[in-house]
């Protein structure tokens, strides 16, 4: 099985900072992977498909990239609305295997 | 606007069963792969499965294969997630999602699983 580490699991920051989260696979997945976030008590939402592309709706701020087997998810500027978990996942082999998540904090 | 509704969760002993059941509205259902997820109380998610547009071809986390049979029935727009013999460590929000090419796109707001005597 593919696995996804990200880094780091917990983040405190503050409103309008600048955040990345990494997300590391144990092997090349191309480009099948993707971000979602998610609130207390509210199922997920897709923020970026592809490693890179931003699903409908969701703000610009928020990017995506990718370095080999790298992963990363950028917020650029920290609204209020942001302090979730965010997960990545991966659709290159099954089972499609989810990181272990990352807490975004208030500071 | 696409909806999912999860139904079927609740309280159930250890070696039972459960069927859980997802409503799809909002979208052509059978043009779409289905798959399911869960989180443990406190936990991240899990993948669980998916099937494809007419479930002929499915797909499980082996910790659940020979337990869990995922079904479909496009005319009612429904996936179901039939779960046997049932362990504590399938308590968990189960979350049934519209899959797009290489993403989840959709999701349902989930049903609670807990399994204990």
């Known amino acids: 099985d593919i696995q996804l580490t990200q880094s780091p699991s917990f983040l405190s920051a503050s409103v309008g900072d600048r955040v990345t989260i990494t997300c590391r696979a144990s092997q090349v997945i191309n480009n099948f992977l993707v971000w979602c976030q998610q609130k207390p008590g509210k199922a997920p939402k897709l923020l970026i498909y592809h490693a890179s592309t931003l699903q409908s709706g969701v703000p610009s701020r928020f990017s995506g990239s990718r370095s080999g087997t790298e992963f990363t998810l950028t917020i650029s500027s920290l609204q209020p609305e942001d302090f979730a978990t965010y997960y990545c996942?991966?659709?290159?082999?099954?089972?499609?295997?989810f990181g272990q998540g990352t807490k975004l904090e208030i500071k | 606007e696409v909806q999912l509704v999860e139904s079927g969760g609740g309280l159930v002993q250890p070696g039972g069963s459960l069927r859980l059941s997802c409503v799809g509205s909002?979208?052509?259902?059978?043009?779409?792969?289905m798959g399911w997820a869960r989180q443990a109380p406190g936990k991240g998610l899990e993948w669980v499965g998916n099937?494809?547009?007419?479930?002929?071809?499915?797909h499980y986390v082996d910790d659940v294969k020979g337990r869990f049979t995922m079904s479909r029935d496009n005319a009612k727009s429904t996936v179901f997630l039939q779960m046997n013999s049932l362990r504590g460590e399938d308590t968990a929000v189960y979350y049934c999602?519209?899959?797009?090419?290489?993403?989840?796109?959709?999701w349902g707001q989930g049903t609670l699983v807990t399994v204990s005597s």
């Open positions: 909002g979208f052509i259902f059978s043009d779409h792969w």
């Open positions: 999602a519209r899959e797009s090419p290489w993403r989840s796109d959709y």
């Open positions: 099937m494809n547009e007419d479930g002929s071809e499915i």
């Open positions: 996942q991966q659709f290159d082999s099954y089972p499609h295997t």
